[in-house]
């Protein structure tokens, strides 16, 4: 089985249709980032398909000796970035909001309550992952989502390698804690809920 | 392991229920400190992850990728060969997408569509002021053309088109869409015989004619010029 620089290097020299490969490698955990950065399903599946897109445009610029998947998900955060400044751009000139993350649709397989919990579940990371400033945000979406190593999500962030692994720890530091505080809030509110309704039953 | 290689192995998911990683845990209590304070986190990720791992797998791996293969025909691709040729049939990888650009392709085809009825609908109206757009368009009526054949200058031509489509007797029994058109034949008369707005074809004939009615309406041009009543103060 090729590896993703093989396979890149034969695209490059004419067998384009290996190109559908890579994509089908990588497009479901780009389309995972990409919606967790965009907040919005369309424009992510927008994001992904013009990264590909100019992956392939500019493939005679990829140089077989870097990592394939870094320099995609470069291409990916880049097209993110742009894509994000001209929706929310005019979303903000608009005067509306940005659409709330809309959670990847998970396995189709369990019943109607595990698939609740999971898209819950989704719903929640991407929303914490909006709450990290976005160099952690984008580490993690690299480490988790890309399964990047740190050498490589070193090279998309232009940054060292113990500057990545710092980036991912304080990332997975904040989003605990954010996790921690939710489940506390949470808790308390089925409390106060829970003795709101024994009240009411000992009235 | 190492404390370095422990971190990858935590943060890495098909690494970190590995025997190496517990062992290295159990004899590392700064790692396994900090193991404990990101487990709401790993363990977030790992469940979203083992959600979505047959995420949209149901596409065809065969017709993945056509769309930027389509695309990339636009630029020149020299190493194009006829059985390398990229496919254009089925794109289900970019179903959603593409829903959403057609989408916004049918969006574009029916403004595009409404916008060329508006332009010719103001080309019936005649939006522009000056009339000058559909200057040659105009086939006049019979009664038109005798009054305008007697008359040898631009002046008079103009001045018959007035009279008739501006007098107040007219223009009173006309409805309000029909004086629109009536002041705008009379706005392009002016503008292709006398190569000038109405405006100042009005301001012409009021300092020229009328001295005294400066803010005179093209009725009261009309009367004042033909000598007829003035009829509705406003078209």
């Not at chain 1, 160099?135 to 979406?141: E, G, M, S």
């Not at chain 2, 489509?165 to 869409?177: G, I, M, N, R, V």
């Not at chain 2, 100042?200 to 004042?224: I, R, V």
Request: hydrophobic content about 35%.
């Amino acid at each position: 089985m090729l590896n993703d620089q093989e396979i890149m290097e034969r695209v490059r020299s004419g067998q384009v249709e290996l190109f559908d490969e890579l994509v089908n490698r990588h497009r479901a955990s780009m389309l995972r980032a990409a919606v967790s950065k965009l907040r919005n399903q369309a424009v992510a599946e927008e994001a992904v398909q013009d990264a590909f897109l100019s992956a392939f445009a500019h493939r005679h610029t990829y140089r077989s000796e870097h990592s394939f998947r870094g320099w995609l998900w470069t291409i990916l955060l880049n097209t993110c970035r742009g894509l994000a400044r001209r929706e929310f751009g005019r979303i903000d000139r608009a005067g509306g909001r940005p659409e709330s993350p809309t959670a990847v649709e998970p396995s189709s397989t369990g019943d109607a309550l595990s698939r609740l919990v999971r898209a819950e579940q989704t719903a929640l990371l991407f929303r914490f992952l909006n709450e990290l400033p976005e160099a952690q945000a984008d580490a993690l979406r690299l480490r988790f989502f890309g399964e990047l190593k740190f050498d490589e999500i070193a090279h998309v962030m232009n940054c060292s390698t113990n500057g990545a692994k710092q980036r991912v720890r304080s990332g997975l530091e904040r989003l605990s804690a954010a996790l921690r505080r939710a489940d506390v809030s949470s808790i308390d509110a089925r409390d106060i809920s829970g003795s709101d309704r024994s009240e009411g039953d000992n009235q | 392991m190492n404390c370095d290689q422990a971190f990858d192995a935590l943060t890495d998911n098909d690494l970190r229920g590995s025997h190496e990683l517990i062992q290295h845990l159990d004899g590392c209590p700064r790692c396994r400190d900090m193991a404990d304070m990101l487990d709401p986190a790993l363990d977030l990720f790992t469940d979203v992850l083992e959600a979505s791992g047959d995420f949209e797998a149901s596409a065809p791996a065969d017709n993945i990728g056509n769309e930027y293969l389509d695309s990339a025909e636009l630029a020149p691709t020299s190493e194009h060969s006829p059985s390398t040729r990229p496919r254009t049939t089925k794109r289900p990888w970019l179903h959603t997408a593409n829903r959403r650009a057609a989408s916004q392709r049918d969006g574009l085809r029916v403004a595009a569509f409404l916008m060329l009825i508006a332009v010719m609908m103001a080309a019936m109206v005649n939006v522009d002021p000056d009339g000058r757009n559909d200057a040659v368009a105009i086939s006049l009526p019979a009664d038109c053309q005798r009054s305008t054949n007697t008359e040898s200058s631009s002046d008079n031509v103009v001045a018959g088109c007035v009279a008739c489509h501006l007098k107040a007797e007219s223009l009173a029994s006309l409805q309000p869409t029909q004086r629109t058109h009536a002041r705008q034949l009379v706005q392009r008369c002016v503008s292709c015989h006398l190569d000038m707005t109405t405006d100042q074809y009005l301001a012409e004939l009021t300092s020229s004619t009328h001295t005294t009615s400066k803010a005179a309406t093209p009725f009261q041009l009309a009367s004042c010029l033909f000598g007829r009543d003035s009829g509705p103060s406003q078209l």
